[in-house]
């Protein structure tokens, strides 16, 4: 199947810094990219839709200021989490959708503030 | 009402047993219909994608949808301890959003 390649896995950060996670289709070219949060235990949270080219539509009561995409390139979208506060601490995931073989997802970032 | 409805689990089953995930919705604009599977602290990964209804078979995996009961299901024969994970139903339109059922916990018992 089709690879979507997220980075870093894991990233320890300070409060108050920000932190870049990269999402990258590896052998497709993905015109939109999806970013999700997942607490444990439970489901995917779309936060945002990244459309390459254009600004990301965020879901309601996502803070766009706080969670900047780029999409800048047909296989790379990034997630910023400015600012980061130990409450922003959870697992991010991207997916990006292959036409015809469905959506794929990346490995997961685990992000922890302290 | 959810746009996906999936039972939650916990569901736990001895191994060799026939595993039997099911998912119903309400959108009968969807098309495309994607079983994942994840463990935990990783991300999802694409089990078995679908379009419209049918069947369709990979190894000890079988999914099938009923669009006429906006019903789907994923079959696991054989079930070994490694398939024990969290499983996902997602769907789509012909638009780019897709829709989760909130997961299924499987324990498969050596």
């Known amino acids: 199947g089709a690879v979507v390649s997220q980075h870093p896995s894991r990233v320890i950060c300070k409060s108050g810094t920000s932190v870049k996670i990269e999402c990258r289709s590896l052998?497709?070219?993905?015109?939109?990219m999806f970013w999700y949060r997942q607490f444990p235990k439970q489901s995917l949270m779309l936060m945002a839709t990244?459309?390459?080219?254009?600004?990301?539509?965020?879901e309601q009561g996502v803070e766009k200021d706080k969670f900047l995409i780029n999409h800048a390139s047909l296989t790379l979208s990034t997630l910023t989490v400015t600012s980061a506060h130990p409450e922003d601490s959870s697992f991010y995931i991207c997916?990006?959708?292959?036409?015809?073989?469905?959506?794929?997802f990346g490995q997961g970032t685990r992000l922890t503030v302290v | 009402q959810k746009e996906v409805e999936q039972d939650p689990g916990p569901l736990s089953v001895p191994e060799g047993a026939i595993v039997s995930l099911n998912c119903t919705y309400s959108?009968?604009?969807?098309?495309?219909f994607m079983w994942y599977r994840q463990y935990s602290r990783k991300g999802p990964e694409l089990l078995m994608y679908?379009?419209?209804?049918g069947n369709k078979e990979d190894g000890r995996f079988t999914a099938q949808v009923d669009k006429s009961s906006k019903y789907i299901s994923l079959f696991i024969r054989d079930s070994q301890p490694s398939d024990s994970a969290t499983y996902l139903c997602?769907?789509?339109?012909?638009?780019?959003?897709?829709?989760f059922g909130t997961g299924t916990s499987l324990t498969v018992i050596p």
């Open positions: 997916s990006a959708r292959d036409q015809g073989k469905g959506a794929f």
């Open positions: 052998d497709f070219q993905a015109t939109t």
């Open positions: 990244s459309n390459e080219g254009s600004k990301a539509t965020y």
């Open positions: 959108n009968s604009a969807f098309q495309y």
């Open positions: 679908t379009y419209s209804s």
């Open positions: 997602a769907m789509s339109g012909t638009g780019n959003q897709f829709y």
